[in-house]
């Protein structure tokens, strides 16, 4: 399931922001039909109200970033109110006048709204990808803690290279509810199907290279797929494989293309870590946001 304080924490942000927007280029457009200057005691007032938020927000351990977009509001609306008080302005020169101007602060609470909309948007992005990667990586690890080699237990590439295969250190006992509950929360319940039961003897690797006798590693595959003569091609067909690799091009997992429709779709089976086996599509799976490449072994 995801975590959803770090979403929630982007989307005040963000809510912040767009208020900061609208209600800048209201303001600006009110200045420019009967423009007038706006005293301190308003911009200290918003100031102080919104110091509180941001200090329960920095002391808070379920939030992340708020605290600092309302402290900004909350320092800008300071700068202001200071601006516009005689004694203090002083010491400011022409800097204050500046702000005293009465476009100055309409335009400026304008600008930082749109750029707190552009941050918390790059910082969504961000977190729902965390929250992926965090979501599959008791799936996908290429050095899986918890493991241990199987005496005497090898697979051989066709160039005689010999990898080991891995086990589990120790065998959990299977829930095959909290799997119907990972599923679930992945929304993709009703949009695969199950082919195999949970089976932590071994991976999507191990099932694909090793006749499922064990746990291949992720950083084996390639020397696999380059000792036994595989090689990329754009229109797979039945038998062929379909490899995902994340962000950094490490191979997460191996899937076998099981059939092509008529309209194009590809559907592929593949056992998920110690889960089960699935029939899915490229797009309806657990490895979201890792990219499939296809191959297949030259003759």
């Not at 194009?264 to 998920?272: F, P, Q, V």
Request: hydrophobic share 45%; aromatic share 10%.
């Amino acid at each position: 399931m995801f975590d959803l304080d770090p979403i929630f924490d982007v989307l005040l942000g963000f809510s912040l922001g767009l208020c900061a927007l609208v209600v800048g280029a209201v303001s600006l457009l009110v200045w420019r039909v009967r423009p007038r200057t706006i005293g301190w005691i308003l911009p200290l007032t918003l100031s102080v109200l919104l110091a509180g938020p941001a200090l329960g927000l920095a002391l808070s351990a379920s939030t992340h970033f708020s605290s600092l977009a309302v402290g900004l509001l909350s320092g800008f609306f300071a700068l202001l109110a200071l601006a516009r008080i005689s004694i203090i302005a002083s010491g400011f020169g022409v800097a204050s006048g500046f702000l005293r101007q009465g476009w100055v602060p309409s335009t400026s609470l304008a600008l930082l709204g749109l750029g707190l909309i552009s941050w918390q948007v790059f910082a969504l992005e961000r977190e729902l990808v965390r929250e992926l990667a965090s979501g599959d990586t008791m799936l996908w690890h290429s050095t899986p803690p918890g493991f241990e080699p199987i005496p005497g237990k090898f697979v051989e590439t066709d160039k005689g290279r010999r990898l080991q295969l891995m086990r589990l250190d120790q065998v959990q006992e299977a829930d095959d509810g909290e799997e119907v509950t990972y599923i679930r929360s992945l929304g993709l319940d009703h949009q695969i199907i199950q082919t195999g039961s949970r089976d932590e003897s071994y991976n999507c690797h191990g099932w694909v290279f090793a006749d499922s006798k064990g746990w291949i590693l992720g950083e084996s595959v390639d020397s696999i797929l380059e000792d036994n003569q595989y090689h990329t091609i754009s229109k797979p067909q039945v038998g062929d494989l379909v490899i995902f690799r994340n962000s950094t091009r490490k191979v997460t997992h191996s899937s076998i293309v099981r059939a092509v429709l008529d309209d194009g779709t590809i559907l592929i089976e593949s056992k998920w870590g110690f889960l089960g086996r699935y029939i899915h599509t490229l797009e309806q799976h657990a490895y979201r946001g890792h990219q499939p490449a296809f191959y297949r072994k030259k003759l």
